[in-house]
């Protein structure tokens, strides 16, 4: 009986399930299972161990893109977050016209100009909605104590908004090793491989280079680093949050 | 005014607010140059475009670079414009919206209200599919999609964006289901509802404020699209976005970048009116995808 409560429900969910096993699972252990074979044009199983890996490694190509999202990442992030927090910062300060200035910092992100652009507007609206639902109580109390404004959000409302900056660096980082597009659309790369990325890297040589094996590797790397960045977050997010929740 | 301020009102401009006006304005010449420098130039001609600075406003204005971009410029052998690439991309966003918005709906509500055993980790499975690299997917999704016979056709690619926007929306609309009032939900048990009626006569009325917030993430998303426009649309189907990457990339003749940039702002366009008629629900839907509930 308790198996099949909910029945209607377990159909629903069945595209879910499915997409999640076969898409979601199913890719990244076939793209594990292939990053250990020597394919080239098309994935053949012809067992090589690691070699592929090894050989990525030794690319002058891959350090350089690996060294770029590196970079770029920390630019990225760290430039996002502090014009992004400031930006909440001044606009909370209930400034004239400040739908018209929270339309313009934001209107990039829907056209996806150029990813500073974008990812200061993201953070500024997370910010700005963790700053609207901090307690009126506790701005009249810091204002009786007579701190000043700059101290007051830099030691109180910046350690509360904590959960949110998280959030905002797990994303942004997460999205920054999916770069692709932008880079594309930029230099292409170039001049030569300067500015290549992993992302550039993989799809170079699934689509132009037919070096299957090689792309697998890869992207298998890809995964792994976005599961390292990812994995305390969740970790504290979904397990920590909900044990302490429960007690 | 007709905004009622709800803070104490500034006694007089101090040095730190004129300071603080200063340094937003920047940052709003900063965030506006582009769209600035973009429409400029798409009204010069090219030897304006070569003799003059970029940020100079245009002599004389000349819109023949709009017309070219939309139905003249060359991708490759074809000379037909991003028109083609237009109706591509609303063949492609609209049907993919529906499936996926519907989709990621009904398993948040099931998830929301139907638990079953097991039902989380599924859910957890999919989440985790919002975060692994689309590259790490391309390959074996082809193949996958090869098998099926839909490799390259438009019910590919709408597939395609259906299984890459039901982990974010699923989580949307399990959030906002769980921030009902479950008593709701228990009244309607009561009265006999079932999972579909339940579903169809409470539920979706009350989703509007969620749906909308859906389909604009699903709407400026897959029209911004290129990646999988690329790999999976096929030949007849490439939306705008690939069409004007190929316009832009051109590896011969002399580069018109008063075309590129009216192809870039027309390409932009949907984006661009989605956001300007739908400010508010635009920021929800941001902080929607990134705030857990």
Known sequence: MPLFRNIASMIALLPMIVISLTVFVGCIIYSFVYSLTNSKLVPVMNYVGFDQYERLFKQRKWDVAVENIFIYGFVFTIGCLVIGFLLAVLIDQKIRGESLFRTIFLYPYAVCIAAVWQGAGFVMVLMLAGLRGIDEDIWKSLSIEGVAKWKSYLFVILPMLRPMVVTAIVLIAAGVVKVYDLILALTSGGPGYATTTPAMYVMENFFSRANLGQAFAASIIMFISVVCILAPWAFYEFYLRNKYAAN | ?293
């Not at chain 2, 600075?53 to 204005?61: A, R």
């Not at chain 2, 017309?67 to 991309?89: D, R």
């Not at chain 2, 929301?112 to 980790?121: E, L, N």
């Not at chain 2, 709407?219 to 832009?248: E, H, K, S, Y």
Request: aromatic fraction near 16%; hydrophobic fraction near 50%.
């Open chain 2, 1 to 293: 005014m007709s905004v009622i301020p709800s803070g104490p009102r500034p006694k007089h401009l101090t040095i730190g607010r004129i300071g603080m006006y200063c340094f937003i304005l920047v940052c709003a010449i900063f965030f506006l140059m582009p769209l600035y420098v973009m429409v400029i130039t798409s009204l010069k001609d090219m030897d304006e475009i070569r003799a003059a600075n970029i940020l100079n406003l245009p002599k004389e204005l000349s819109f023949y670079s709009w017309p070219k971009a939309w139905s003249q410029a060359c991708t490759g052998f074809v000379c037909e414009g991003l028109k083609p690439g237009f109706f591509n991309s609303i063949k492609i966003t609209v049907p993919s919206v529906i499936v996926s918005v519907g989709l990621s709906a009904i398993n948040g509500y099931a998830l929301a209200f139907w638990r079953f055993k097991g039902a989380y980790f599924f859910f957890g499975l999919c989440m985790f599919g919002a975060f692994i690299p689309y590259q790490v997917m391309v390959y074996p999704l082809l193949k996958i999609e090869d098998a099926l016979g839909i490799y390259s056709t438009l019910p590919g690619i709408i597939l395609v964006h259906t299984i890459f926007g039901m982990p974010i929306l699923t989580l949307i609309f399990r959030n906002f289901y769980a921030s009902l009032p479950i008593d709701l939900f228990k009244a309607a048990r009561i009265d006999g509802g079932n999972f579909v009626k339940i579903f169809f006569y409470v539920i979706i009325p009350m989703s509007t404020p969620i749906t909308i917030v859906a389909v604009i993430l699903q709407v400026t998303g897959i029209w911004n699209d290129f990646l999988l426009g690329l790999v999976f649309a096929g030949r007849d189907n490439q939306p705008m976005t690939v069409q004007l990457n190929n316009i832009v990339q051109v590896d011969y003749g002399v580069a018109e970048y008063n075309v590129d940039m009216s192809a870039t702002i027309l390409t932009s366009l949907v984006p661009l009116f989605v956001y300007f008629i739908s400010g508010r629900w635009f920021v929800r839907g941001i902080a929607a995808g990134a705030i857990k509930g």
